[in-house]
């Protein structure tokens, strides 16, 4: 335990070798030496570690997000394959729009903020990537950067269907070419002013959905 921050049991838990890439997995055990994690995978791929790496983890609490660096002691096989990591000598709070990014297609409406807050009619979308601080989205016209959106979705939500209506702006537009004279526009978008408690619920569906991609792996 670092501070009154506990390492919890049986949750998820992310781990990144090189703070990019993260690969999820759960918390085992823990015993006076160390905690214990499952082979963590990213969808079909395995991290694969040594002792004395050192590695990242994330890890969502009741009302917030922690993360914090520790390194590998072992590898062990009972049933599983797990890696032993060290109890960490701190753990920090962080921001839940810096987490996991997970890919995932769903439907967005979107409309294009006008002046004085105004928007233009709502236009179909798909997303392509989501995390709780934005989502890259695939559109049939080109925006401009800094363009704000008002964007429309649905994630299921400790089994129920929650509808969020959400705030974003364009960091980032990219033409892909998909004929020979048709292109598709990616635009990732930042969310803005999302409040904790959306933060969460976004969260909690992203941690959900990588369970299930587990399970199914």
Known sequence: MAGNIEIPTDKKISVSA????????????????GFYIG???????????IAGDTVACKFSGQDSTYSFSTRVINQVKD????????????????QQRNFVRVPVTLPVKYAVEQDKGKKNKFKNATSIDLSSGGMKLAVKEYLNY?????????????K???????????????????????YIYH???????????????????????????????
């Open 18 to 33: 090189d703070g990019r890439d993260w690969y999820v997995t759960s918390v085992e055990k823990k015993e006076s030496g």
């Open 39 to 49: 082979l963590p995978y990213q969808s079909s791929k395995p991290l694969i570690l």
């Open 79 to 94: 049933q599983i394959t797990m890696y032993i990591l060290a109890f960490p000598e701190t753990i920090e709070r962080v």
């Open 146 to 158: 800094n363009t704000i959106l008002y964007l429309v979705f649905e994630l299921e939500v400790n």
């Open 160 to 182: 129920k269907l929650t509808t969020f209506e959400v705030m974003g702006r364009i960091v980032r537009v990219e033409a892909v070419k998909i004929g020979e004279n048709y």
């Open 187 to 217: 635009l990732g978008v930042k969310f803005l002013e999302l409040s904790r408690a959306v933060q969460d619920k976004i969260m909690a569906y992203l941690f959900s959905l990588m369970a299930r991609q587990k399970r199914l792996q």
